[in-house]
Protein backbone atom coordinates (compact mmCIF):
# COMPACT_ATOMS: atom_id res chain seq x y z
CA UNK A 1 0.00 0.00 0.00
CA UNK A 2 1.10 3.21 -0.37
CA UNK A 3 -0.02 6.61 -0.20
CA UNK A 4 0.20 9.91 -1.83
CA UNK A 5 -0.07 13.86 -0.64
CA UNK A 6 0.26 16.45 -3.35
CA UNK A 7 1.28 19.88 -2.77
CA UNK A 8 2.23 23.26 -4.35
CA UNK A 9 -0.48 23.95 -6.03
CA UNK A 10 -1.88 27.81 -5.90
CA UNK A 11 -2.85 30.76 -8.04
CA UNK A 12 -0.43 31.89 -10.46
CA UNK A 13 -0.31 34.80 -13.32
CA UNK A 14 0.27 33.33 -17.20
CA UNK A 15 3.80 32.28 -17.56
CA UNK A 16 5.12 32.10 -14.31
CA UNK A 17 5.86 28.43 -12.59
CA UNK A 18 5.14 26.35 -10.18
CA UNK A 19 6.18 23.18 -8.43
CA UNK A 20 4.19 20.41 -7.45
CA UNK A 21 5.27 17.43 -4.69
CA UNK A 22 3.93 14.17 -4.41
CA UNK A 23 4.68 13.07 -1.11
CA UNK A 24 4.52 9.08 -0.48
CA UNK A 25 4.29 6.75 2.71
CA UNK A 26 3.73 2.89 3.17
CA UNK A 27 5.07 0.59 0.84
CA UNK A 28 8.85 1.06 -0.84
CA UNK A 29 8.04 3.71 -2.27
CA UNK A 30 11.42 3.28 -5.05
CA UNK A 31 9.84 0.42 -6.43
CA UNK A 32 7.13 2.42 -7.72
CA UNK A 33 6.64 4.42 -10.97
CA UNK A 34 4.85 7.82 -10.79
CA UNK A 35 2.33 9.71 -13.06
CA UNK A 36 0.90 12.69 -12.49
CA UNK A 37 -2.36 13.53 -14.21
CA UNK A 38 -4.90 16.63 -14.17
CA UNK A 39 -8.78 17.53 -14.42
CA UNK A 40 -10.13 20.29 -15.05
CA UNK A 41 -13.98 21.11 -14.50
CA UNK A 42 -16.23 19.65 -17.33
CA UNK A 43 -13.40 17.27 -18.35
CA UNK A 44 -11.56 13.94 -18.47
CA UNK A 45 -8.85 12.92 -16.56
CA UNK A 46 -5.66 14.03 -18.16
CA UNK A 47 -2.35 12.17 -18.69
CA UNK A 48 0.92 14.94 -17.61
CA UNK A 49 3.94 13.02 -16.97
CA UNK A 50 5.63 9.66 -15.70
CA UNK A 51 8.59 9.03 -14.27
CA UNK A 52 10.32 5.41 -13.43
CA UNK A 53 11.32 3.86 -10.22
CA UNK A 54 14.80 4.58 -11.04
CA UNK A 55 14.73 8.29 -12.02
CA UNK A 56 16.40 7.08 -16.02
CA UNK A 57 13.17 7.13 -17.84
CA UNK A 58 10.66 9.91 -17.97
CA UNK A 59 7.66 10.45 -20.12
CA UNK A 60 5.71 13.87 -21.18
CA UNK A 61 2.20 14.48 -22.76
CA UNK A 62 3.07 16.69 -25.88
CA UNK A 63 1.06 19.81 -24.55
CA UNK A 64 3.77 20.33 -21.07
CA UNK A 65 7.06 18.96 -23.04
CA UNK A 66 9.22 21.67 -22.60
CA UNK A 67 7.74 23.61 -20.14
CA UNK A 68 7.20 20.74 -17.63
CA UNK A 69 9.42 18.45 -16.06
CA UNK A 70 9.09 15.30 -13.73
CA UNK A 71 11.84 13.83 -11.11
CA UNK A 72 12.17 12.17 -7.75
CA UNK A 73 14.17 11.98 -4.49
CA UNK A 74 13.42 8.54 -3.31
CA UNK A 75 15.14 9.21 -0.27
CA UNK A 76 12.92 11.88 0.65
CA UNK A 77 9.96 9.42 -1.32
CA UNK A 78 8.50 12.64 -3.06
CA UNK A 79 8.15 13.38 -6.80
CA UNK A 80 8.12 16.61 -8.25
CA UNK A 81 6.80 18.28 -11.29
CA UNK A 82 8.19 21.87 -12.35
CA UNK A 83 5.78 23.69 -14.11
CA UNK A 84 6.99 26.54 -15.81
CA UNK A 85 5.73 28.89 -18.54
CA UNK A 86 2.17 28.01 -17.24
CA UNK A 87 -0.86 28.76 -19.39
CA UNK A 88 -4.54 29.32 -18.38
CA UNK A 89 -4.95 26.00 -19.72
CA UNK A 90 -2.99 24.48 -17.68
CA UNK A 91 -5.79 24.98 -14.75
CA UNK A 92 -6.80 21.81 -13.39
CA UNK A 93 -6.60 19.62 -10.03
CA UNK A 94 -3.32 17.76 -10.43
CA UNK A 95 -3.06 14.27 -8.89
CA UNK A 96 0.09 12.16 -8.43
CA UNK A 97 -0.59 8.37 -8.97
CA UNK A 98 1.58 5.44 -8.60
CA UNK A 99 1.82 1.70 -10.13
CA UNK A 100 4.50 -0.98 -10.22
CA UNK A 101 4.12 -0.75 -13.95
CA UNK A 102 6.28 1.30 -15.91
CA UNK A 103 3.99 0.48 -18.95
CA UNK A 104 0.92 1.56 -17.15
CA UNK A 105 2.55 4.52 -16.17
CA UNK A 106 3.59 5.86 -20.09
CA UNK A 107 -0.12 4.12 -21.32
CA UNK A 108 -1.63 7.66 -19.48
CA UNK A 109 -4.92 5.53 -18.76
CA UNK A 110 -5.95 6.50 -15.62
CA UNK A 111 -7.27 3.37 -14.37
CA UNK A 112 -4.38 1.76 -14.96
CA UNK A 113 -2.73 3.40 -11.95
CA UNK A 114 -2.78 1.53 -8.59
CA UNK A 115 -2.49 4.57 -6.19
CA UNK A 116 -3.72 7.86 -6.02
CA UNK A 117 -3.58 11.50 -4.06
CA UNK A 118 -6.37 13.40 -3.16
CA UNK A 119 -5.07 16.42 -5.46
CA UNK A 120 -3.75 19.98 -5.28
CA UNK A 121 -5.46 23.06 -7.58
CA UNK A 122 -3.66 24.72 -9.86
CA UNK A 123 -5.33 27.83 -11.47
CA UNK A 124 -3.58 30.05 -14.05
CA UNK A 125 -4.47 33.59 -14.35
CA UNK A 126 -4.33 35.39 -18.28
Known amino acids: QVQLVESGGGLVQAGGSLRLSCLAS????????VGWFRQAPGKEREFVAA????????YYAESVKGRFTISRNNAKNTVYLQMNSLKPEDSAVYYC???????????????????WGQGTQVTVSS
Open 97 to 115: AADHSWGTAVSGAPNGYDY
Open 51 to 58: INWSDVRT
Open 26 to 33: GSTFSRYA
